[in-house]
């Protein structure tokens, strides 16, 4: 073969290297990808909230002393299932199909992870899945099934037997410690250093009943957790959806700190004396609960600070795009509530913080709206991968970098919470969030349209009152305000594509009550009377 020949196919063998997708690799960041489950901003030091001088996240602050904090990331569904399915797909909830707990995402539609490997990248899921289908667009996976335990933690991974009944078991180990292991553990016998890497690193922690590793114990033992104002007396807050006619529903709506909701309240469940009065037993129960949770996020923060001593012994710190955020939100007693699933801010906003000291600055933040289903997308373009077009969502890499929100960014997040009245008791509502302020509606029924709770909307200014304690939608001062953010609202609908059809009955609901006349507020203080009568007739 001549010598011409040999230089001519290597030529085109270097061409064909040279406009592969994992060419760059060298030239590519890594992407860490952690998430921890209902973890939310007033637990991150560095949001500043009133829990922020316990110092309840130094190895998670370092992220945005060293990156960029984002105050305004939301989810468009505050609950577990739905917002992973959002990250995954980039889609909004009524168009991947996962609108509550029991839906799933199928491996030919786990599209960041299938993105990501067609890009050259090495693929991993470890820790909390909570998408039922296997992971099998990952290289790797090493997952909890369903929501997993906090002790003695099982996981599900690849073998000879059929998903899912490949499984392994951490005996005497606390889940956090467990997965933290596992990712360490993939980094020395399974990382392929020819390939930059996606890894999702997701724990169960801080997540309900808050079951913190027995090392823990003692922290916080004897410090009184800062309240929120909006724990006690809220006269302006709420709405008939939410507090019904003359607050008759009060005790209906919403998992409470103290005894308001009978049903599901924290005095109940941690046991607080009933001789205590409401305002002792809500105090303590608060207190506890408060405890538990926060050891819970000590774990966290504990072992986030080996994950960054291994990328720091593999030299990787530096090149590696490393993300944090939880899930959703929590509320940590705000309004008396717990748990997620609300459009307020506790609930609805997501911590955010991302470090690559290669083109992010230190310490910078920005107040852009950005959403969970845009999440994907920004992953994509660190790994220099264009926005699929079924996505919905947008890469913000650029205001990442720069802090500059490009032209034409979103100005409005959307939400929905479909699952209504399950669990937690909260009814079922749509909204628009803005820079300032929020319209939520609560149309209050289930999938077939029944079980109806009274129809109510609430606005809230979120310049003048960013706890949002005094509902403002029948204030005259507002009254153009809540006309513009109604239309946007109905705008918004139609721009990410929930047109009512997967659910008509629900659809038709929100129709009639959109306009909510006169006509409309006496049939919701009715439906209150007898959402109210029935459940007293359940004793």
């Known amino acids: ?9 290597a030529l085109i063998w270097m061409v064909a290297i040279a406009m592969a997708p994992w060419v760059v690799a060298d030239d590519r960041p ?4 952690i998430m921890s489950d209902d973890h939310t901003s007033q637990a991150v030091g560095a949001y500043g909230s009133r829990l922020a001088y316990l110092d309840p996240t130094p190895n998670l602050d370092r992220l945005a002393e060293e990156g960029m904090l984002f105050e305004n990331a939301f989810c468009t569904n505050s609950i577990c299932t739905p917002s992973r399915a959002c990250v995954m797909t980039g889609q909004y909830n009524h168009t991947n199909g996962v609108f509550d707990l029991g839906g799933r995402i199928e491996p030919e539609n786990q599209h960041l992870a299938k993105e990501m490997k067609k890009a050259g990248y090495q693929t991993a899921m470890i820790g909390k899945w909570h998408l039922k289908a296997e992971p099998a667009a990952f290289d790797y996976y090493c997952v909890l099934p369903g929501q997993g335990k906090y002790f003695d933690p099982e996981f599900r991974i690849q073998g000879d037997k059929p998903w899912p009944k490949n499984t392994i078991k951490k005996e005497g180990m606390h889940s956090t410690d467990a997965i933290t292991d596992i990712t360490l553990n993939w980094f020395d016998e399974v990382r392929e250093d020819d390939k930059p890497f996606f890894l999702m690193h997701h724990y169960k922690a801080p997540h309900d009943f808050f079951e913190y590793a027995p090392r823990y114990e003692e922290y916080l033992a004897e410090i009184a957790i800062p309240e929120p104002k909006n724990l006690w007396s809220q006269p302006q807050f709420g709405s008939l959806a939410t507090r019904g006619a003359k607050d008759e529903m009060m005790p209906f709506i919403g998992t409470s700190i103290g005894r308001r909701n009978p049903r599901r309240n924290y005095a109940k469940h941690y046991g607080v004396d009933s001789w205590l009065s409401d305002e002792e037993a809500k105090r303590e129960a608060y207190n506890i609960y408060m405890k538990h949770y926060l050891r819970c996020v000590k774990g966290v923060d504990d072992n986030l600070a080996r994950l960054f001593a291994k ?3 593999t030299g990787q710190m530096d090149n590696t795009v490393i993300i944090y955020t939880g899930d959703q939100g929590f509320m940590l007693g705000e309004h008396d509530y717990m748990d997620k699933r609300w459009m307020y801010d506790e609930s609805q906003r997501m911590p955010f913080l991302v470090r690559y000291p290669k083109s992010i600055p230190a310490g ?9 289903v845009d999440y994907g997308p920004t992953m994509l ?4 991968v264009e926005t699929p077009e079924y ?3 947008k890469s913000f890499r650029e205001i990442c970098e720069t802090g500059q929100e490009p032209e034409g960014w979103k100005q409005e997040a959307y939400y929905r919470y479909w699952m ?3 669990h937690h008791d909260n009814p079922g509502h749509l909204g628009i969030r803005t820079k300032t302020h929020k319209l939520i509606y609560y149309y209050g029924v289930n999938y077939e349209g029944k079980q109806q709770t009274p129809p109510g909307w609430e606005l809230y200014d979120l310049v003048n009152d960013p ?6 939608i029948d204030n005259p001062e507002y009254a153009e305000v809540a006309k513009e953010m109604k239309q946007r609202l109905a705008d918004l609908r139609k721009r990410v594509g929930d047109d009512g059809s997967h659910y008509p009955a629900v659809e038709d609901v929100v129709q009639e009550f959109w306009d909510y006349s006169d006509e409309d507020r006496q049939k919701a203080i009715k439906i209150s009377h007898e959402y109210v009568q029935a459940k007293q007739s359940e004793k």
């Open 1 to 9: 073969m001549s010598h011409a020949l040999i230089g001519s196919r």
């Open 30 to 33: 890594n992407i860490l990808f």
């Open 311 to 313: 990328l720091e012994e």
């Open 364 to 372: 910078s933040r920005s107040d852009a709206i950005v959403e969970n």
């Open 381 to 384: 373009a660190f790994a220099g």
């Open 391 to 393: 996505m919905q969502g």
């Open 420 to 422: 209504h009245m399950a």
């Open 467 to 472: 706890t949002e304690v005094v509902n403002q």
